[in-house]
């Protein structure tokens, strides 16, 4: 059986279960399958679900699912979701992975004190920079 484009569905070794039937967590298969899945549902620019670290003001995101969304650079349009583990207390820079970190705006502000908010869900939504450079290459926050 083949899907769309071409690619083959490749079938699960053996019987190993995709989730740990002690547990209700997903097995290695399982996580391997999902993330195959993902790959495929996703062309384009999916918002990338993301485990966040870093600092109160530099925050770090970490895509979940497949590790090379954001891992060679940054494309307008581009989003990554995460849920924020602290209150901002002064400007707010985002970086995915091991890129440069880049200023966080919301609307057309720079992100500052309070606008990210501990266990809140955000949106980093990535936006070139215009012609002149004003505003600059940065993360909008929504």
């Not at 650079?73 to 995915?96: N, P, R």
Request: with cysteine; glycine share 10%.
């Amino acid at each position: 059986m083949t899907v769309p484009f071409g690619r083959e569905i490749i079938p699960p070794p053996g019987r190993e279960p995709f989730v740990n039937p002690e547990t209700g967590q997903l097995t290695i298969a399982g996580l391997q399958h999902m993330q195959q899945m993902w790959s495929w549902l996703v062309a384009g620019y999916p918002i990338i679900p993301c485990n966040v670290g870093g600092t109160l003001n530099a925050i770090v995101l970490t895509p979940i699912f497949r590790p090379e969304h954001g891992g060679s650079g940054y494309a307008h349009g581009l989003t990554f979701f995460w849920v924020a583990t602290a209150t901002s207390d002064a400007t707010v820079t985002i970086a995915v992975r091991t890129l440069a970190a880049v200023p966080a705006y919301v609307d057309a502000v720079a992100a500052g004190a309070g606008d990210v908010t501990v266990d809140r869900p955000y949106l980093a939504i990535y936006a070139d920079a215009v012609a002149d450079g004003n505003p600059p290459a940065r993360f909008v926050l929504k």
